[in-house]
Nanobody
């Protein structure tokens, strides 16, 4: 089993930056893919970014490309999401996700493991 715990959320003004962290524990050696999803009130969970171990390949949603950066520290079993130039529409609960598959894609239902989330609120 795998446990994921997010941290780093908060309330900021538009244009500010935040860095989210997700620490994995348990059978972390099996996790090729780690990523971030977000869910705004009244909306479905949506893909934000993904990182694949080994190649270091990353994927981003179009809405965050150029503003968010996903990175991973394999020694610490931790994945990060650096969020710059935050906008009010980035307000959501951000969830960390992980999966043993090398390429799992952007469909939330395909990911095996989830954290409980951390709230990011961006105001004007």
């Amino acid at each position: 089993q795998v446990q994921l715990v997010e941290s780093g959320g908060g309330s900021v003004q538009a244009g500010a930056s935040l860095r989210l962290s997700c620490a994995a524990s348990g059978r972390t050696s099996s996790l090729y893919s780690m990523g971030w999803f977000r869910q705004a009130p009244g909306k479905e969970r949506e893909f934000v970014a993904q990182h694949r171990r080994g190649s270091g390949a990353t994927d981003y949603a179009g809405s965050v490309m150029g503003r968010f950066t996903i990175s991973r520290d394999n020694a610490k079993n931790t994945v990060y999401l650096q969020m710059n130039s935050l906008k009010p529409e980035d307000t959501a609960v951000y969830h960390c996700a992980a999966d043993p598959a090398y390429y799992i894609g952007s469909v939330a239902e395909r990911w095996d493991y989830w954290g409980k989330g951390t709230l990011v609120t961006v105001s004007l």
